[in-house]
């Protein structure tokens, strides 16, 4: 328990120096502090020192430091007692350990004093470093500013002085061109001045020489003037002489003629045999003559019937004979190859359904020709001018066969010839070696039904004709029939029909491109072309027509107007306007004299409608 109590003791000894020595550190600095420390040292060893000399210490109470002593002398009292105890030992060794420790502990606090001065030094240099790099920063950036302030300065003093040199380079060169110009000038009026009279000069010489030339031309008229009355007079006397002398010569010879012929007369009058073989003679040249022209005629009238054209024929590519047509087939397929780009109809504009199904019409009978097999016969209709002859001729052409054309009113006319003529025709068109497409316009004539009572034996008898050749399917004709009354047709007929094309009026597309086409046909490539010796002796030079004003919007305007024509009304239309450029005084065609020969031609189509009872009102 005493020693319990010393311990205490002792503790609260060295915690009251502790703190006064505390005390004095904080208001002596760290030396006073050290010294506390290096004097504590002695008193836990048990050694007595010497004490500092102390400064007048006016309080008795306190040193001159501020420290109160009553605290170490009781410390000291304790100290006393404790060294007279028996456990003061212990009590010591308990001191020195406990002193240890804050030493331990004051080291450790110094080392983290250290490092904390070593942060901070280390945070201060770091604060450096970045206020240099900042300065260096703003240095560099200040140089910059300098350096482009400066470039600027430079800059705008160069574009100045540029700009200096520039105005004055101008003003050199209008300088210079105004003394060029006023030079020019100065030249200019010089070289007027001598054309001027060099000009005078001219006049003056070709006066003169006009002069001279008019006398010595009025000296030579004159002189052949004389020469030619001389002449005359001299080719008169001449000239009547050879005419009297051509006169006898003439007289002489018709007098001697006619007394030999006179002479032969007697003797052939007084003569009987020779009466008698004279016109024997005579009668016999005049026979021979004779039978020789019939013989011919009979004889090229079988020519003729064997390879001739059939006289229902009106067109055909063919030719009359199997050697006439190879020229124009030739021409044909030069025509086709280089006119026709295998796109269109040439002159027929048809609706783009319609030509699609010609063309596949064409394609498929040159391939049914290429591999032997069987035509298909064709039934075009429609109304008048819709394009249908036009079509079977390009059908043809595209198909590579022989075309043929007729028409059905030419079989009437033939009584009971017309079987005899139809047979001819199919006998001639079998001939064909590239095939032959045998065309029959206005079909209704004499294919029409045979129990009308209007229809005479004949007729009856060349429809059956027709159907007797047309009974089976032909691998050398293709039949195309043209009508504008389908339903007149006979029932048979239209059974021998495969196709059936209908031709509508051409709609405002078409017939645009009706009135483009026909008005580079009939306005545009007509005018004059390269005459002849004839034409340039006794037919008045053709004008070319010039065309002002027909632009596309006119010729759509127009288009919508003649709603209802056909392409032949559209062509006639055509033709008029043509006919009215040539009758105008300038043969110029403008918009205003378009517009009034198609009103006036819309007008007449609609008169002629109402006239046939046909209009839709």
């Given at each position: 328990?005493?020693?319990?109590?010393?311990?205490?003791?002792?503790?609260?000894?060295v915690?009251?120096?502790?703190?006064?020595?505390?005390k004095?550190?904080?208001?002596?600095g760290?030396?006073?502090?050290?010294a506390a420390?290096a004097?504590?040292?002695?008193?836990t060893a048990?050694?007595?020192?010497?004490?500092?000399?102390r400064?007048?210490?006016?309080?008795?109470?306190?040193?001159s430091?501020?420290?109160d002593?009553?605290?170490?002398e009781?410390?000291?009292?304790?100290?006393?007692?404790?060294?007279?105890s028996?456990?003061?030992?212990?009590v010591?060794?308990?001191?020195?350990?406990?002193?240890?420790?804050?030493q331990?502990?004051?080291?450790?606090?110094?080392?983290?004093?250290?490092a904390?001065q070593?942060?901070?030094?280390?945070?201060?240099q770091?604060?450096?470093?970045d206020?240099?790099?900042?300065?260096?920063?703003?240095q560099?950036?200040?140089k910059?500013?300098?350096?482009?302030?400066?470039?600027?300065?430079?800059?705008?003093?160069?574009?100045?002085?540029?700009e200096?040199?520039?105005?004055?380079?101008?003003?050199?060169v209008?300088?210079?061109e105004?003394?060029?110009?006023?030079?020019?000038?100065?030249?200019?009026?010089?070289?007027?001045?001598?054309?001027?009279?060099?000009?005078?000069?001219?006049?003056e010489k070709?006066?003169?020489?006009r002069?001279?030339i008019?006398v010595?031309?009025?000296?030579e008229?004159?002189?052949?003037a004389?020469?030619?009355?001389?002449?005359?007079?001299v080719?008169?006397r001449?000239?009547?002489?050879r005419?009297?002398?051509?006169?006898?010569?003439?007289?002489?010879?018709?007098?001697?003629?006619?007394d030999?012929i006179?002479?032969?007369?007697?003797?052939?009058?007084t003569d009987?045999?020779?009466?008698?073989?004279?016109?024997?003679g005579?009668t016999a040249?005049?026979a021979g003559?004779?039978?020789t022209?019939e013989?011919?005629?009979?004889?090229?009238?079988?020519?003729?019937?064997?390879?001739g054209?059939?006289?229902?024929?009106?067109?055909?590519?063919?030719g009359?004979?199997?050697?006439?047509?190879?020229?124009?087939r030739?021409?044909?397929?030069?025509r086709?190859?280089?006119g026709?780009?295998?796109?269109?109809?040439?002159?027929v504009i048809?609706?783009?359904?319609l030509?699609?199904?010609?063309e596949?019409?064409?394609?498929?009978?040159?391939?049914?020709?290429?591999?032997?097999?069987p035509?298909?016969?064709m039934l075009?209709?429609?109304?008048?001018?819709?394009?249908?002859?036009?079509?079977?001729?390009?059908l043809?052409?595209?198909?590579?066969?022989?075309y043929?054309?007729?028409?059905?009113?030419?079989v009437a006319p033939?009584?009971?010839?017309?079987v005899?003529?139809i047979?001819?025709?199919?006998?001639w068109?079998?001939?064909?070696?590239?095939?032959?497409?045998l065309?029959?316009?206005?079909a209704?004539?004499?294919?029409?039904?045979?129990?009308k009572?209007?229809?005479?034996?004949a007729?009856?008898?060349?429809?059956?004709?027709?159907?007797?050749?047309?009974?089976?399917?032909?691998k050398?004709?293709?039949?195309?029939?043209?009508?504008n009354?389908?339903?007149?047709?006979?029932?048979?007929?239209?059974?021998?029909?495969?196709?059936?094309?209908?031709?509508?009026?051409?709609?405002?597309?078409?017939?645009?491109?009706?009135?483009?086409?026909?008005?580079?046909?009939?306005?545009a490539?007509a005018?004059?072309?390269?005459?002849?010796?004839f034409d340039?002796?006794?037919k008045?030079?053709?004008?070319?027509i010039?065309?002002k004003?027909?632009t596309?919007?006119?010729?759509k305007?127009a288009?919508?107007?003649?709603?209802?024509?056909?392409?032949?009304?559209?062509?006639?239309?055509?033709?008029?306007?043509?006919?009215?450029?040539?009758?105008?005084?300038?043969?110029?065609?403008?918009?205003?004299?378009f517009?009034?020969?198609?009103?006036?031609?819309?007008a007449?189509?609609?008169?002629?409608?109402?006239?046939?009872?046909?209009?839709?009102?």
């Amino acid at each position: 328990m005493a020693q319990k109590c010393a311990i205490g003791l002792i503790s609260a000894v060295v915690a009251s120096v502790s703190l006064s020595q505390s005390k004095v550190a904080a208001a002596d600095g760290p030396q006073q502090q050290a010294a506390a420390s290096a004097s504590s040292q002695p008193l836990t060893a048990g050694k007595e020192s010497s004490a500092p000399p102390r400064a007048r210490n006016d309080n008795p109470r306190t040193s001159s430091g501020g420290f109160d002593p009553e605290a170490l002398e009781r410390g000291a009292k304790a100290l006393k007692e404790i060294n007279n105890s028996s456990y003061a030992k212990k009590v010591f060794e308990s001191i020195k350990q406990q002193e240890e420790t804050k030493q331990t502990e004051f080291a450790a606090k110094g080392k983290e004093y250290k490092a904390m001065q070593a942060q901070a030094e280390t945070e201060r240099q770091k604060v450096i470093y970045d206020e240099q790099k900042k300065l260096s920063q703003h240095q560099a950036q200040t140089k910059s500013q300098m350096a482009r302030y400066e470039d600027d300065l430079a800059r705008k003093r160069m574009q100045a002085e540029n700009e200096f040199h520039r105005t004055r380079n101008q003003e050199l060169v209008k300088m210079q061109e105004d003394s060029a110009i006023r030079q020019e000038q100065a030249r200019r009026a010089t070289e007027e001045q001598i054309q001027a009279q060099r000009r005078q000069t001219e006049r003056e010489k070709a006066e003169i020489e006009r002069e001279t030339i008019k006398v010595k031309a009025i000296a030579e008229a004159e002189g052949r003037a004389h020469e030619a009355r001389l002449a005359e007079d001299v080719n008169r006397r001449m000239l009547v002489d050879r005419a009297n002398a051509e006169r006898e010569k003439w007289v002489a010879a018709i007098n001697t003629t006619f007394d030999h012929i006179g002479g032969g007369l007697r003797a052939i009058l007084t003569d009987q045999n020779k009466l008698i073989v004279a016109v024997g003679g005579a009668t016999a040249l005049a026979a021979g003559i004779y039978t020789t022209r019939e013989g011919a005629k009979v004889i090229w009238s079988y020519v003729d019937r064997i390879l001739g054209q059939p006289s229902l024929i009106r067109e055909s590519s063919r030719g009359k004979y199997p050697w006439s047509g190879s020229v124009s087939r030739v021409m044909s397929t030069l025509r086709g190859k280089g006119g026709s780009n295998g796109k269109g109809f040439g002159d027929v504009i048809l609706h783009p359904s319609l030509q699609k199904r010609i063309e596949h019409l064409a394609n498929a009978t040159a391939n049914t020709k290429s591999h032997q097999a069987p035509f298909r016969n064709m039934l075009f209709y429609g109304p008048p001018g819709t394009g249908k002859t036009m079509a079977a001729r390009e059908l043809a052409r595209k198909s590579g066969l022989d075309y043929a054309l007729m028409t059905g009113g030419d079989v009437a006319p033939l009584g009971s010839q017309a079987v005899t003529k139809i047979h001819q025709l199919f006998d001639w068109g079998k001939k064909s070696k590239r095939g032959l497409l045998l065309f029959i316009d206005e079909a209704d004539a004499f294919l029409c039904e045979r129990n009308k009572t209007y229809m005479s034996e004949a007729q009856r008898s060349a429809l059956n004709a027709l159907l007797f050749r047309t009974g089976d399917q032909s691998k050398d004709i293709v039949l195309a029939l043209a009508t504008n009354r389908p339903g007149d047709l006979d029932s048979a007929v239209a059974d021998r029909v495969d196709e059936v094309l209908e031709f509508p009026l051409p709609g405002e597309e078409e017939r645009f491109k009706l009135l483009s086409l026909y008005l580079e046909k009939y306005i545009a490539q007509a005018g004059p072309r390269k005459p002849g010796l004839f034409d340039r002796l006794f037919k008045k030079e053709q004008q070319k027509i010039e065309i002002k004003g027909v632009t596309e919007e006119l010729l759509k305007e127009a288009a919508a107007k003649t709603e209802g024509f056909s392409g032949r009304e559209i062509a006639k239309l055509m033709a008029s306007v043509q006919a009215a450029v040539y009758g105008s005084e300038d043969c110029v065609l403008d918009s205003v004299l378009f517009r009034e020969v198609v009103d006036y031609k819309v007008a007449e189509h609609q008169q002629r409608r109402k006239l046939a009872g046909t209009d839709s009102k």
